[in-house]
DNA sequence: AATTTATGTCAAT
DNA sequence: TTGACCTAAATTT
């Protein structure tokens, strides 16, 4: 499920595999037909994912400028949306077939290429897939902070927003416009290795430990990334012995792990809601 | 076969 | 703080 990491890998899959093409557009579950029309037949010129958004501009077509040009697609997942890649025989582009390939939950089917050369991208289950120009892109993002994923990012803009809060930790960092793209796994796993409790009043919270976990945070988002996806924040040897690759029972040091001892001190986990979610954290390695 | 859950967000209390 | 919503997979009956 999808957190800003995963936005940031549809990116890269579009940049890699349709960007610069000329774009079949279709939206066979037919919620998002009029969209699909209005992109079938343009060039994907432009991809950018900014924290759980992700960005597409299509070529605007020439004399077709009646009214105003929405050279931008703004796709928001959700908690459930999801890409899925086929390539030409049908197959998800490095994985294993999909059943109900033909169903009828595709809301937009972006394609180029045909024959061996064919790839297609199939959107499901997201919450926003909309037609934008470039004032509604903009709306989006100046309601969001520093993406940790983002070379253009400034942690201390988030800082500004978090140190002027007396709401928790946990809570800021699943608020957009502290941090754009983090979500429950990052906002469990990076203050665990920052040492500091989720509870923690975000205007408590220094410069110095803003600082530390933020680079927690663009270090294990930027692996996921690396991964094509795959959350992983533990250290080998914080792994059980012989554990050699993570895990999903393995990968995280809190993440689902209520009453199971800390991989570092032994602890048990503890749980409570926060911010209408579960939050996990380690009494003894996370102090208040 | 029906129900629950899921890494998200927004609107209504 | 709660419910609604987008859909698929896991879980329970």
Redesign the pocket.
Known sequence: ???GH?VHVDARRFTARLAGRTVRAASP?G?FAEGAAALDGRRLTGVEAY??NLFLRFSVPRGATAGRAMPWLHV???????WRWYDADGMQVAGRP???AG?G?R?LLLSAGRGQDAVSADL????TCRLADAAGVDVVVDRLGPDPLRDDADPMEGFARASRSKAPLGTLL?R?DVVAG????WRCEAPFLAGIAPQRPGRDVGEPEWRRLWDHLARLMGAAVERGGA?VTTEPADRPAGTRRPTRASAFYL??RTGEPCRVCGTPISAE?M????VWWCSSCQPD
Do not use: D
């Not at 928001?76 to 999801?82: A, E, F, S, T, Y």
């Not at 499901?124 to 919450?127: K, P, V, Y």
């Open positions: 499920m999808p957190e995963i579950q919620r924290g759980k928001h997942l959700g908690l459930i949306g999801g999909l059943r109900g169903g939950n809301r499901r289950g997201a919450m699943l957009q983090a979500g429950l796994i959350e993440f689902r809601p911010a209408g979610r579960t």
